[in-house]
């Protein structure tokens, strides 16, 4: 495994990538704060050869996707071939259709992915699950995401853990980033903020209340290679200037 490296998850800055001039002044705007990677994200109507050409001006590594479930099931070949195109060999999904969290969708889930994943191997790729907060609800007293990491197996299915998520769902970011070792070559880093008003809100990595003296050694721990930044929501903050505060609080403490 390489060096770990931090990256930037397109998504924080969608509102500017749905033309490929937005793409290429944002690959630009990425790589000058010094993100060496990305994950591509939230972009319009355009085309991977296109992509492909703008990341290699940036100088910006494809470290993942976040790509729709059912291009996976109804457009793979597709979807592989863009990844070869840009040199992408975790290929991740940012979520499920709502039918699949209960016990019978779980197991859909398992049915459709094992064909999916085994393809993807077979490209050089692994495949990745991005979770947010209601995979830990509990189904028959055991959390949804347990029951996906423990019924499908690491050559299956990887973890893409978001840090942010796993604490608004109520659980201990370390502990799972720590109960996955071994399983996580992505790992979503962002922070949670609370109001006077007691809204939760998405913040800069460093200016929120996750424990990350807890976070990083565990993820260093558990092998991630790559720490992808995401911002859901500024709040009015210019989201390049949101990636920008969290680089430089990741390169503080020894991450880049």
Not at 76 to 105: F, M, N, R
Not at 234 to 242: A, V
Request: glycine letters at 10%; aromatic letters at 12%.
């Amino acid at each position: 495994m390489g060096k770990p490296v931090v990256g930037a998850q397109l998504y924080t800055v969608r509102e500017y990538t749905k033309t490929l001039d937005g793409i290429k002044s944002s690959l630009d705007r990425v790589a000058e704060i010094g993100y060496q990677a990305v994950q591509l994200s939230g972009f319009g109507p355009v085309d991977a050869a296109d992509v492909a050409r703008a990341l290699e001006s940036a100088g910006l590594i494809v470290a993942s996707t976040h790509t729709g479930w059912d291009r996976f099931l109804n457009d793979l070949d597709a979807v592989i071939d863009e990844h070869k195109l840009w040199g992408c060999e975790h290929p991740a999904i940012g979520g499920l259709p709502q039918t699949y969290y209960s016990l019978a969708g779980l197991e859909q889930f398992k049915q459709e992915l094992i064909p999916v994943a085994e393809r993807l191997a077979e490209a050089g790729m692994t495949f990745s699950y991005h979770n947010h907060n209601h995979e830990f609800a509990r189904y028959d007293g055991k959390l949804w995401i347990e029951r996906l990491y423990d019924d499908i197996g690491p050559e299956y299915l990887k973890a893409e853990l978001d840090v942010y998520w796993v604490q608004a769902g109520g659980g201990d970011p370390a502990y799972y980033v720590a109960k996955y070792a071994g399983r996580q070559p992505l790992l979503h880093l962002k922070d949670m903020a609370i109001t006077p008003e007691r809204e939760l809100r998405f913040a800069e990595v460093g200016e929120g209340n996750l424990n990350w003296g807890a976070i990083l050694p565990a993820a260093k721990r558990a092998g991630v290679r790559w720490y992808l930044v995401e911002q859901d929501q500024c709040y009015g903050r210019d989201p390049f200037d949101s990636l920008a505060i969290s680089y430089r609080n990741l390169k503080s403490w020894g991450l880049e």
